[in-house]
């Protein structure tokens, strides 16, 4: 029996119920972990196909467990965007990934930039440039060293509201650069409209250059259509030496992979320098 509205019940099969429980456990055990900043975040490093030097990193979050595995973000950052949760924590990524990157610029000869991802209900923040703007003043960091990353996704909706939110992160001076580059839907055309300054080609195209030819013309095309106006091109995935050299003899300048390294606790990454 399924009985519901005012004073009724719900009735749920064992599976839902199941994980329905397994879902507020989960929502419990991440309140805590926000609260007690017990995430770490790791950097993997964006590196110019053609000199092999390292010119940037991607900040990406890990969730330590006390048998000392880690739970990787797909698992639990949807469950903070729908309970709000990632909001707090998104202020905490940025914070360190700031923080981090300072470390890291006084021990280069030269600056290099952080990649911090944005979900959606971060993006859509109404606080999101005010807590940037704040962050950068407490830290000090420069701005340039900044760049954050939307998918395409969060661009479809509400065209106008994203537009505003992405100039007022120009206008503080960090970058911006469309993730997961060439599987949304959205049009070519937005792409003179919206301030980016860089595009990374999803990593399914990279994966499936050897195996698939329309791959290999879908990365070409984009990086044509990238420099054409204008933008940084990064290809992320990269696992293969045969990936590498593709990419390299197509003109595209930065790449992202585990071909290179994979995303390293800071300590380990700063040993990478
Ligand atoms: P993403 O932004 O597309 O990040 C790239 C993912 O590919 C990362 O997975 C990275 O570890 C992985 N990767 C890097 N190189 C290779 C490679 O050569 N081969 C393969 N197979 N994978 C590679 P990760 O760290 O598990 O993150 C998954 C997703 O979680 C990210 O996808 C991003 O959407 C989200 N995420 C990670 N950190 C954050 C964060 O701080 N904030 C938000 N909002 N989302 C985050
Ligand atoms: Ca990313
Ligand atoms: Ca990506
Ligand atoms: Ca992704």
């Known amino acids: 029996v399924k009985k519901e509205g005012k004073g009724g019940y719900r009735f749920c099969s064992d ?8 879902r507020v456990r989960l929502e419990t055990r991440l309140r805590k972990a926000v609260q007690n900043e017990e995430f770490q975040l790791f950097y993997q490093p964006k590196t110019d196909l053609a000199s092999g030097q390292i010119k940037g990193m991607e900040a990406l979050l890990r969730w330590p467990q006390p048998d000392g595995s880690m739970v990787p973000p797909d698992e639990f950052i949807p469950l903070t965007e729908d309970t709000g949760l990632i909001n707090p924590l998104g202020y905490w990524i940025v914070r360190q990934a700031f923080l981090d990157t300072n470390r890291i610029n006084k021990l280069t000869e030269f600056p290099l930039q952080v990649a911090i991802n944005l979900s959606v209900r971060q993006f859509r923040n109404p606080e999101l440039v005010i807590m940037v703007s704040d962050l950068i003043r407490e830290t000090g960091i420069n701005p340039e060293w900044v760049e954050f990353e939307i998918t395409e996704s969060m661009l479809i909706e509400k065209v106008d509201e994203a537009c505003e939110v992405m100039k007022g992160l120009r206008k503080l001076g960090v970058e911006l650069a469309i993730d997961d580059f060439g599987t949304g839907y959205s049009s070519l055309s937005y792409l003179r409209h919206f301030p980016v300054n860089t595009l990374k080609i999803d990593q399914t195209f990279i994966r499936d250059l050897s195996s698939d030819e329309s791959s290999e013309s ?55 320098l």
């Not at 599976?15 to 397994?22: G, T």
């Not at 590498?244 to 990454?269: A, V």
């Open 218 to 272: 879908i990365v070409r095309a984009i990086i044509g259509l990238g420099h054409g106006l204008g933008l940084k091109i990064v290809a992320e995935g990269i696992e293969t030496q045969v990936q590498s050299d593709f990419l390299k003899s197509t003109g595209c300048q930065l790449g992202q992979g585990y071909y290179m390294s994979r995303p390293l606790p800071l300590k380990d990454f700063i040993k990478l």
């Open 15 to 22: 599976d839902q119920n199941r994980s329905s429980a397994e």
